[in-house]
């Protein structure tokens, strides 16, 4: 079973999603592959790992670094765990690339990794804002497409301070 709450937002309305103790999906309303994840469902914003989720997004979109995210455990792939992981990693307001991601995973694994791959899983993300996805750019500092629509990434990118001026907005075949 999996618990839902809702809330209101800067960005419009947010899913909340857990399987009791830790989060299993965040999706703002009418985003790709929303509630993808999820098995049958009951409302219940009662519970702490929901109350606490809605504590860090109320931080969040108050416009400050709302610290240590709240438990996750996102469903999917061995890959998309890995790079979901690397998400969790980057720091509030700060931007990396799906290459700097790909590159990384090489790294760490000695498997070559594509920039594309690292984008698919990017793409899937079943637990937006708080595993920070809008933080990752194309590798000419493009402002790839986001699952919850390319408007709500740059809203939450300057929410965090970034100059999004200085980023570019995609056009097709925009390389990662």
């Known amino acids: 079973m999996d618990y839902l709450a809702s809330f ?5 309305p947010l899913t909340v999603a857990s399987d009791g103790d830790a989060l299993v999906g965040l999706w703002l309303d009418g985003q790709k592959y929303f509630e993808a994840t999820l ?3 009951e409302e219940r914003p009662d519970l702490p790992v929901l109350q606490e989720a809605r504590a860090w997004l109320d931080r969040y979109f108050e ?3 709302p610290g240590p995210i709240p438990p996750v455990r996102p469903r999917g792939t061995a890959f998309r765990q890995r790079v979901w992981t690397m998400l969790a990693e980057i720091p509030y307001g700060q931007l990396t690339t ?5 590159r990384r995973i090489e790294e760490e694994t000695g498997v070559r990794t594509s920039a594309r791959a690292v984008g698919g899983a990017v793409g899937h993300n079943p637990i937006s804002i708080i ?4 933080r990752v750019v194309g590798s000419t500092r493009s402002l790839t497409g986001y699952a ?3 408007q709500k990434k740059i809203a939450l990118l300057k929410l965090e301070g ?3 001026d200085a980023l570019k907005v995609p056009t097709r075949g925009t390389a990662l």
């Open 148 to 150: 919850g629509g390319l």
């Open 162 to 164: 970034v100059d999004v």
């Open 131 to 134: 595993l920070p996805c809008h």
């Open 8 to 12: 209101d937002s800067p960005v419009g």
């Open 63 to 65: 416009g400050a670094d």
């Open 39 to 41: 098995g049958e469902t």
């Open 98 to 102: 799906y290459g700097e991601l790909a």
